[in-house]
Nanobody
Framework: QLQLVESGGGLVQPGGSLRLSCLAS????????IGWFRQVPGKEREGVSC????????YYADSVKGRFTISRDVAKKTVHLRMNSLKPEDTAVYYC????????????????WGQGTQVTVSS
């Protein structure tokens, strides 16, 4: 069955960069949307970004606009989140999620979730 696996998290200094990757395995369809979410313990989950496989339309939260870039490889069913100019406020567990749809957004339901990857921004 479908499995989402995140990778690329780690420890980085403020101003540094990381690239997160989300691989959707066991999924045969080329029509999907993948979103990135982040959560700090005790706080609400935040939608960070999402992308649609069909037309590459994207969404970014105001807090990451101009710093994060989402991209996708439909053939490999992989989505990347390039994070530049990282701030301590970006520290969180980052999750990717998939919905079988041509639409994406922070408030739409997602069908599958990964286990998350930790991003820590600290000096």
């Amino acid at each position: 069955q479908l499995q989402l696996v995140e990778s690329g998290g780690g420890l980085v200094q403020p101003g540094g960069s990381l690239r997160l990757s989300c691989l959707a395995s066991g999924f045969t369809s080329d029509y999907f949307a993948i979103g990135w979410f982040r959560q700090v313990p005790g706080k609400e989950r935040e939608g960070v970004s999402c992308i649609v496989s069909s037309d590459e339309s994207t969404y970014y939260a105001d807090s990451v606009k101009g710093r994060f870039t989402i991209s996708r490889d439909v053939a490999k069913k992989t989505v990347h989140l390039r994070m530049n100019s990282l701030k301590p406020e970006d520290t969180a567990v980052y999750y990717c999620a998939l919905r079988r749809s041509w639409f994406c957004g922070p408030s739409l339901p997602y069908d599958y979730w990964g286990q998350g990857t930790q991003v820590t921004v600290s000096s």
